[in-house]
């Protein structure tokens, strides 16, 4: 089953439309979009985290170089995914379905992109699958044991609580966090309102109670000591003043990994690819190059 999305573009190289299609990973629908051109260049996944969507990318794609094939996908019980009912959605999880997904659409490498938890699988592809990724892109990226934030750790011991609460008290809580991430209040309650929307009814309420269930840095501790083995050239982007994960994990991630590249982009938070996509669409460019 497929639906056809349009969406604006700023360069001639881009179709003039991005396809959206569904495809069914043992059972559960996963989302995804297709867009740029294919060529020489290794195809480039974009993963987002929690608690948005594919809606996140939008804006980097129209400025991504010609020659590549980007999928977008909305992760299993975000945006128009299924809704996880029971299903594992840790980091682990994540990264075997996104390997799935590769194969059903003939992927065997990527350029692996992945903002927030996207990144924490991101990494754990990078150290568990290092054939599949050519290149990892790291951008305001979950690491070490240096997450959740408090605000999140006291959400999480409140679960046996709000699970039982309306989901409108819910999503108030929710949109009031998020808005810390942005910089530009207009942009950021625009891009709530889409990442809120799945989560709006008493099923969506049960979906966002699992992903905070699921949200462990466990994963990420697990892979701490195997980042050094990461062969994919790798670049690592951070928001100078992001109020959720702090530049000191990047700086961690740099340290970590060979090779890998650090630019902390000054005057902005957690949301750069809404806020400064030509920044990094510039830099995944670069990554692209190397």
């Known amino acids: 089953m497929g639906v056809c999305l349009e969406f604006p573009r700023r360069g001639d190289h881009l179709a003039a439309h991005m396809r959206g299609e569904f495809v069914d990973l043992s059972g559960a629908r996963l989302y995804y979009y297709a867009a740029g051109t294919r060529g020489s260049g290794e195809p480039v996944v974009f993963l987002h985290g929690f608690p948005t969507s594919s809606h996140l990318w939008a804006d980097v794609i129209p400025f991504m170089p010609p020659g590549h094939r980007l999928v977008v996908l909305d992760l299993l019980g975000y945006g128009r995914s299924d809704r996880p009912e029971g299903r594992d959605v840790s980091i682990p999880a994540h990264a075997d379905r996104v390997v799935a997904l590769l194969d059903v659409l003939g992927i065997n490498y990527a350029c692996v992109v992945g903002h ?27 690491g070490f044991a240096e997450w959740p934030t408090r605000d999140v750790k006291l959400a999480r011991a409140m679960l046996p609580l709000t699970r039982y609460l309306p989901p409108t008290w819910l999503l108030s809580v929710l949109r009031t966090d998020l808005m810390r991430g942005y910089r530009d209040g207009a942009r950021g309650s625009h891009s709530v309102e889409h990442y809120v929307r799945p989560f709006a009814s008493a099923e969506g309420r ?12 466990a994963d990420t501790q697990q892979l701490s000591p195997r980042l050094k083995d990461v062969v994919a050239p790798t670049a690592i982007l951070s928001g100078a003043h992001d109020p959720f994960l702090p530049v000191s994990i990047a700086e961690r991630l740099r340290a970590a990994i060979p090779g890998a590249t650090l630019d902390v982009v000054p005057d902005s938070r957690h949301f750069l690819p809404e806020e400064s996509p030509e ?5 995944i460019t670069s990554l692209l190059e190397r």
Do not use: C
């Open 206 to 217: 049960d979906a966002f109670v699992a992903h905070m269930e699921a949200l462990s840095s």
């Open 116 to 142: 927030d938890v996207g990144g924490g699988i991101a990494q754990w592809l990078a150290v568990h699958r290092p054939t599949r990724v050519s290149r990892l892109g790291l951008v305001n990226s979950v």
């Open 279 to 283: 920044h990094v669409a510039s830099t």
